[in-house]
């Protein structure tokens, strides 16, 4: 069984999301998130809209995703690629090379960002269709 593992806050969940766990999961047969925590949001100066147990429960319904982890810092990612046997590293490209360091323990892959729609975008739209 290959299994795949992607990290991420997943907040107001969008195509994007949809897009890169759909083919995350293609890659293997058996997908990981690492959801980030409220906690470690505050590190990556994010304030998500819906609570970790809201983002997890709403990951988990995804046909796509097999399994929801607490991502809580940055530095767990070996022992979880390691822990969980994972195969294959998968994050969007705007990441790209920032995860190279783990080539030592299995595929890393960044895939194309979905563009034209973000979490932030959805938040300033809103933002504005509030301000008139
Ligand atoms: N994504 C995408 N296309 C978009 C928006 C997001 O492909 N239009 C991808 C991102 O590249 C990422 C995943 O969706 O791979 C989750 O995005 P975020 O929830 O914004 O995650 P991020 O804050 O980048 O956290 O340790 C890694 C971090 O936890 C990643």
């Keep these: 069984m290959k299994k795949v593992i992607t990290y991420g806050t997943f907040d107001l969940l969008h195509p994007g ?3 890169i766990l759909r083919r995350a999961k ?4 058996y997908l ?3 959801l980030s925590t ?4 505050l590190q990556k100066h994010k304030e998500a809209y819906h609570s970790y147990e809201d983002r997890k429960l709403i990951l988990e319904a995804i ?3 097999d399994e929801v ?3 809580d810092n940055w530095d767990q990612k070996i022992k979880d690629v390691l822990n969980q046997e994972v195969d294959i ?6 990441w790209k090379g920032h995860f190279d360091f783990l080539k030592e323990f299995c595929d890393v892959i960044y895939l194309p960002r979905t563009t034209g729609i973000s979490t932030s975008k959805i938040k300033s739209d ?5 301000d008139d």
């Design 63 to 65: 046909q796509y995703v």
């Design 126 to 130: 809103l933002q504005e269709v509030g």
């Design 26 to 29: 293609e890659l293997g047969d």
């Design 69 to 71: 982890i607490p991502e």
């Design 17 to 19: 999301h949809i897009n």
């Design 32 to 34: 990981i998130v690492g």
């Design 89 to 94: 590293f998968v994050m969007g490209d705007d």
């Design 38 to 41: 409220d906690e470690f949001n």
